[in-house]
């Protein structure tokens, strides 16, 4: 009988045999159907090994969510309540388990300090319980539970780092980074601009002033008022006025916001996008084929984009991390139904969630909290309503905003909000973000900033600009 029990498709089994190796090293005994013996029967050998086990990790990927024998292994260990999954590529895991806390281990290579990997392994820890079955050389953290594990209700007392909302700006500018603010949860005022004005120095000690030159236009003499030059000057005037009418009324005007003082340690997320007079109070679905745009979703969660993005122009590279962030975005808004479920019923005195997860609600500083507890602390999804009207749902861990989520901001006059991957209470790893204005932000985000592979969009789904970002500047 093995501690944890591998479900994988074979196509994987390289990777699969890398994290075997590493559960290993952690002290556990593994089973991956790579120790068949020879002559056992192979679906008779499996059955038992997954009637036995103390934990049933699954990983997902492009193959194994088609495979339905890991689907069935998968319901076996989500049944025994022992299923902890994982993400080996951005895959949307197949249907009645998306509401289960999931490591992503989409950027692993093999290190055992990687921080999802370590969230996984306390994760295994509280599922099976004990000590692992052979002596280790460093001790395993303390456990922590996942999202299908049940724990006590309790309070929590660490807060979380608040999202804020970023401007967006006017048309091909050149991107500007913003600095993130030092106090989270307060709003300072921006920054003066310095004085021009001088202090004129006392008369005092100052020397006398030399007498002016002659002006060189003292000789001139100013045509009288019937010259004819007067007329010209008239007619060319009203010309001039004519023309800035006529190219005004065609290009319109397009100045540039004031960006909005940041109240957390998000910063803004990339490159500017061109102001409109669009309605910002919503955005259209994404992948529609009309200009027209739908309500905001009842869950306060930002809308998709008016149009699907056009590919067609994108380089092979950001095509490939644009369908990545897309599908983190989707995933995001599944964690965040989840969350705001999962708050809904802590509000509403329920207890435990249909998982047996621990509910529970708690007072932080920034605002209320509600959803799924363990240890005294926020841990696999709630919501969190920000005192300035800002929410966030979808994941957390140990307190902090971590996973997949969404967050809105309440005043939407610039950005409506960001969907997508969260770490260490900010914008990090793949995702969208989104302006009120119908323009958006795709791709790899690092502490608050586009950084990396990705493309600012237009509200018809063109790509304005891609390429690698540097702390929300293009490179290149």
Request: with cysteine; proline share 9%; net charge negative.
């Amino acid at each position: 009988m093995a501690d944890i029990f591998i479900s994988y498709a074979r196509e994987d089994r390289e990777w699969v045999e890398n994290l075997a190796k590493a559960l290993t090293g952690e002290g556990y005994t593994v089973w991956w159907d790579w120790d068949l013996l020879v002559g056992k029967r192979y679906r008779e050998t499996i059955e038992t090994e997954l009637q036995t086990c103390k934990a049933t990790v699954v990983v997902w990927s492009q193959h194994s969510i088609r495979s339905d024998f890991v689907r069935d292994e998968a319901e076996e260990g989500q049944q025994r309540n022992i299923l902890v999954p994982l993400l080996k590529e951005n895959v949307r895991p197949p249907a009645g388990f998306r509401q289960l806390q999931t490591a992503d281990l989409t950027q692993w290579g093999g290190a055992t300090d990687h921080v999802e990997f370590r969230r996984m392994m306390r994760g295994l820890q509280h599922v099976i319980g004990g000590e692992p079955s052979y002596e280790k050389v460093d001790p395993p953290e303390a456990p922590i539970v996942p999202a299908a594990t049940v724990g006590p209700a309790a309070t929590i007392a660490e807060p979380v780092i608040q999202p804020t909302p970023i401007v967006a700006p006017p048309p091909e500018p050149v991107v500007q980074a913003k600095a993130p603010a030092p106090n989270v949860g307060s709003s300072p005022p921006p920054p003066s601009p310095a004085s021009t004005s001088a202090t004129p120095p006392t008369s005092t000690g100052v020397p006398p002033r030399a007498a002016a030159a002659p002006s060189p236009f003292a000789a001139m003499k100013v045509p009288p008022a019937s010259h004819p030059v007067w007329r010209y000057l008239a007619i060319g005037a009203v010309v001039l006025v004519a023309l800035i009418y006529v190219v005004s009324a065609f290009v319109g005007p397009s100045p540039e916001p004031t960006p909005k003082p940041t109240a957390s340690t998000h910063s803004t997320p990339g490159s500017g996008t061109p102001a409109n007079n669009s309605d910002t109070s919503n955005e259209g679905q994404h992948g529609s084929t009309g200009g027209t745009t739908a309500p905001a979703p009842a869950n306060n969660t930002p809308t998709l984009g008016i149009k699907a993005t056009d590919m067609s122009t994108a380089t092979a590279a950001v095509a490939a991390v644009l369908q990545k962030a897309e599908l983190a975005d989707r995933d995001a808004r599944t964690q965040a139904d989840a969350g705001l479920a999962a708050q809904k019923a802590a509000a509403g005195g329920s207890t435990s969630d249909a998982n047996g997860m621990s509910l529970g609600t708690a007072t932080l500083a920034e605002g209320t909290y509600g959803g799924q507890v363990y240890n005294s602390t926020a841990q696999g999804v709630g919501a969190l309503s920000y005192k300035n009207g800002d929410l966030y749902a979808g994941q957390f861990d140990e307190g902090k905003v971590s996973g997949r989520g969404v967050v809105t901001f309440a005043d939407k006059s610039s950005g409506y909000g960001y969907s997508g991957q969260f770490a260490a209470g900010t914008y990090n790893g793949l995702g969208v973000y989104y302006f009120s204005n119908g323009w958006r932000l795709e791709g790899t985000f690092k502490n608050g900033q586009l950084s990396g592979i990705g493309a600012k969009v237009d509200p018809n789904g063109k790509i304005s600009e891609q390429g690698t970002y540097e702390n929300g500047t293009l490179k290149s």
